[in-house]
């Protein structure tokens, strides 16, 4: 019955003839799966996608629709500035992500083998094309957005479309490129730089002449410059195709189990669990040198931590505050003040949250914070001073940048920062505190579909404080009001309200609560 | 050390007596994890300088023993005292009570000396030096390490070195052993006779016989060591 040859004298040339077929291994893990796709499986996947395109149909094509009008220029430069950051962005996740890497299984029992290493990688690179393909798609979409198409709106659609799959196919080969040779890292460092500095330029005006010529280039020209992107994309996509067996071993084996740890965190739905990932991997990868620890009471003390980490990564700390800009841009290219706002405040959120760390993993973990022994709202309250003072610098940046750039939210405004700060760091805190996605919670049957409430809790805890503890704030760049002095009073009472109030009603989560967190967090740290 | 049996029976005034003297007393206590029983009318008292060593294998509850001690586990039915009270999951108890237990999450960005530093900063009066807890848990020469940079065993001392130099009336050591050589076993012994001499109490769940035959042995599951 068995369909195993038996062993022979041609055992060792039946083994070196198995070698290298990557097919054959692929073909024998598929068919011991549990469940194969069934055809009504691929037919659900099927009509998925189509109800997509439906759903999605409409708004695209109104979209390409709109896009005939004419763009004033003075916002051109902004919009190519985001299009740029928004590539940049690409670049570095595809370099943070690896970007070739395995499931973990195969990093683990198939990467460590004599297996043609190109074709079990194969299907990682073609994954890879397909991401690229769609945010070019995206990328381009921008583009034209942000020049404009004075004639033929299709042509300049599908050269944009073009040059934007071009550069984001081209920047991920460069990507695959960078994992496999030092050299071509540090071409795709420079790349980076160079889409960084032209968002700059861009932004600055500088190359206002310039991207005029751009949006008005004749259809030969915008056929040539697509054309051109095209050959150095796949230029670069052929030199990936050839490196892909040139790839260390080792950075293949740390990229899989990296995105192995993601794609766990990603199916429990614990992104908490993603932030855990990020941190450890970056500080074990420093060489870090001890500071004697300041004399400070108990709570400061134990907050401090979070001060000394941030003084650890000054170019994450400049990175951030570069990005205040972001909100200026943004208005430049024609952002409405609703849009503005929410810029402003979920940037400095976002920022806040930053410098909230030490109470996520006590919030998860709380054995140190056992051995250490503050008191849970003392060392709350110490540990709100750095997210406040982050949350405010950069919203009062953000609107600095803002009123420099368009000369809206000027004088007064700046000071916005100050009152918003509070709320800002009781957000920060209440996020950093929350329990992991909760999978009992009760899923809600809507028109659109079944809502499960637990993701969904779990995302609004924090913004919700945001929300409610920056209510003036978001008035006040809601209306845009000429004198938003009464704003600001009002804001700077609530701000100091809901901190307050959170601390009052704040206590440590109980050893049930905080079962799940350091079981689902372990497993990123025992690597 | 003594070795009397802590599941025997006691007088209900000999109860009430105990509880007054003792650091730790448990009485009757049941607990139930998904319906199984793990503890069943387990009595114990612990006095203050002693050293208690839970012993038992896999699944006998020591460790739950350990969490119904740090107050972090609920009793099913029966009493545990610790300090004459119920145990609390807050900061007056975790003042007087230092719990090492599974790998903590260690503060990202600080270095197996700075937790070392933060720990002595914290606490007004620490039991010793952050240099002397360095030399006797022989982490000097990682001290600038991330902790996730460590081995398994030093990870470890570094808890162990975390748990002792902070100052505590009772130590709740769940496997203190888990990963370290045999060299440091045995070092670990004396540390805690130090600890005990200095009017300390430790409760420990061990596997190891050696480190066991320094404490007074007792079994979750009723039957009592020597």
């Not at chain 1, 609530?494 to 009603?505: C, E, M």
Request: proline share 7%; charged share 15%; aromatic share 6%.
């Amino acid at each position: 019955m068995s369909e195993r040859p038996a062993p022979t004298a041609r055992g060792h040339h039946d083994m070196t003839e198995s070698v290298g077929s990557v097919r054959a291994v692929r073909a024998f893990l598929w068919s011991r799966r549990r469940a194969r796709p069934s055809l009504l499986d691929r037919y659900v996947t099927g009509f998925g996608l189509a109800m997509l395109a439906a759903v999605f149909g409409t708004p695209v094509t109104s979209t390409l629709e709109g896009l005939n009008l004419q763009i004033d220029p003075s916002r051109t430069g902004a919009g190519v500035a985001l299009v740029a950051l928004a590539l940049a962005g690409f670049l570095a996740t595809a370099r943070a992500a690896g970007p070739v890497l395995l499931p973990s299984p195969d990093a683990s029992w198939l990467l460590l083998s004599p297996l043609n290493r190109r074709q079990l990688l194969g299907p990682t690179g073609r994954m890879l094309v397909l991401v690229a393909v769609m945010a070019g798609a995206l990328l381009g979409l921008g583009l034209v957005m942000a020049l404009g198409a004075p004639d033929p709106i299709v042509w300049r659609v599908l050269g944009a479309l073009a040059l934007g799959v071009s550069a984001a196919v081209g920047g991920m080969a460069l990507a695959v490129l960078g994992q496999a040779s030092q050299s071509w890292q540090v071409w795709l460092t420079v790349v980076t730089a160079a889409l960084m500095a032209l968002a700059v330029l861009a932004v600055s005006g500088r190359l206002r002449t310039v991207l005029a010529l751009a949006a008005n280039a004749p259809l030969p020209a915008v056929t040539a410059a697509a054309s051109g992107a095209a050959a150095v994309a796949a230029f670069l996509v052929g030199r990936a195709w050839v490196a892909l067996d040139r790839i260390p071993t080792r950075a293949l084996v740390t990229a899989s189990t990296r995105g192995g740890h993601v794609a766990n965190a990603a199916v429990v739905l614990d992104p908490g669990a993603l932030t855990w990932i990020a941190e450890d991997n970056h500080w074990r990868a420093r060489r870090l040198t001890s500071r004697r620890w300041p004399a400070l009471p108990a709570p400061l003390a134990l907050a401090w931590q979070d001060w000394r980490r941030l003084g650890r990564r000054p170019g994450r700390l400049a990175a951030m505050f570069a990005l205040a800009a972001l909100p200026a841009v943004l208005a430049q290219a024609g952002g409405p003040p609703p849009v503005l706002g929410g810029a402003v405040l979920a940037g400095a959120l976002a920022v806040a949250v930053t410098g909230t760390s030490g109470a996520r993993r006590d919030g998860d973990n709380p054995a140190l914070a056992r051995l250490i022994g503050v008191g849970h709202r003392q060392a709350l309250a110490a540990r709100a001073i750095l997210p406040a003072l982050l949350g405010g610098a950069w919203a009062t940046l953000a609107l600095v940048w803002v009123s420099v750039l368009t000369g809206a939210f000027s004088g007064t405004w700046w000071w916005l920062g100050l009152p918003v700060a509070p709320a800002l760091a009781a957000a920060a805190l209440r996020m950093a505190g929350r329990s992991p996605v909760d999978h009992s919670a009760p899923v809600l049957d809507t028109p659109g579909g079944p809502v499960p409430t637990g993701p969904l809790i779990w995302a609004f805890t924090g913004i919700d404080l945001a929300l409610i503890g920056c209510l003036p704030a978001v008035a006040a760049l809601f209306s845009a009001p000429a004198r938003p002095g009464t704003f600001l009073a009002v804001q700077a009472v609530a701000g100091a309200l809901v901190l307050a109030g959170y601390l009052w009603r704040a206590r440590p989560r109980t050893a049930q609560e905080t079962v799940t967190g350091p079981a689902t967090k372990g497993t990123a740290q025992a690597t | 050390m003594s070795a009397r049996n802590p599941c025997a029976p006691a007088g209900i005034s000999g109860y009430a007596r105990t509880v007054q003297d003792s650091i730790i007393s448990i009485d009757r206590l049941t607990v139930e994890l998904g319906g199984n029983p793990v503890l069943r009318d387990m009595r114990l008292t612990v006095s203050q300088g002693e050293i208690v060593a839970v012993i038992g294998p896999n699944g006998c509850g020591k460790s739950t023993l350990l969490r119904c001690l740090a107050g972090l586990q609920p009793v099913t039915s029966g009493e545990v005292l610790v300090f004459g009270r119920p145990p609390a999951d807050d900061t007056a108890f975790w003042r007087r009570v230092s719990l090492l237990g599974d790998d903590p999450a260690w503060y990202p960005g600080l270095t197996a000396r700075e937790h070392l530093e933060l720990m002595s900063t914290v606490h007004a009066r620490p039991r010793m030096a952050v240099e002397a807890a360095l030399e006797v848990f022989a982490l000097v020469e990682r001290a600038d390490a991330p902790p996730l940079n460590l081995s398994t065993g030093q990870r470890q001392r570094l808890c162990l070195a975390a748990a002792l130099l902070r100052p505590s009336s009772l130590l709740l050591l769940d496997e203190p052993e888990r990963g370290l050589d045999v060299g440091f076993r045995a070092r670990l012994a004396g540390l805690l006779h130090e600890y005990t001499a200095e009017g300390g109490t430790v409760v420990l769940a061990t596997h190891d016989q050696d480190l066991a035959s320094h404490a007074r042995q007792v079994s979750p599951s009723g039957a009592t060591a020597a």
